[in-house]
């Protein structure tokens, strides 16, 4: 991969020789710019690194805590109508569906505590 670098910074990269861009051993089919830096005029690869470890893991617990989110504020909408439209889940326990989805609800909340 061919890729030009001015000012410590990657401007752009291509896979053939281009004008006076310099050659490094990268795939430019799998090269993943989140992964590289340019360091001291050298593009290095960073993702090994402990800071791009915890860069990475913060985005998943990110996404997943808007997909708990999400959940959550399904279920209050279940839960309105649960409460609006009272009704039996399990004629045995007598659990209410309220009951079942505020159970939810907090285990959700719960692994949202967990991911902070």
Do not use: H
């Not at 890729?3 to 089919?29: A, G, T």
């Not at 992964?35 to 960073?46: C, F, R």
């Not at 997943?64 to 889940?89: G, M, S, W």
């Not at 609800?105 to 967990?114: C, F, H, M, T």
């Amino acid at each position: 991969m061919y890729v030009e670098i001015k000012n410590n910074q990657l401007l752009s990269w291509c896979d053939f020789p281009y004008l006076d861009y310099e050659f490094v051993d990268i795939d430019y089919s799998s090269f993943d710019l989140n992964k590289y830096e340019v360091l001291d005029g050298v593009l290095t690869d960073i993702s090994k690194t402990q800071e791009y470890k915890n860069k990475i893991t913060q985005a998943e617990n990110q996404a997943t805590k808007v997909n708990l989110q999400a959940q959550i504020d399904e279920l209050d909408k279940k839960r309105v109508r649960a409460i609006c439209e009272p009704q039996i889940k399990d004629e045995s326990t007598g659990e209410t569906w309220l009951d079942f989805y505020t159970e939810q609800v907090q285990a959700l909340r719960e692994e949202l505590i967990n991911l902070t």
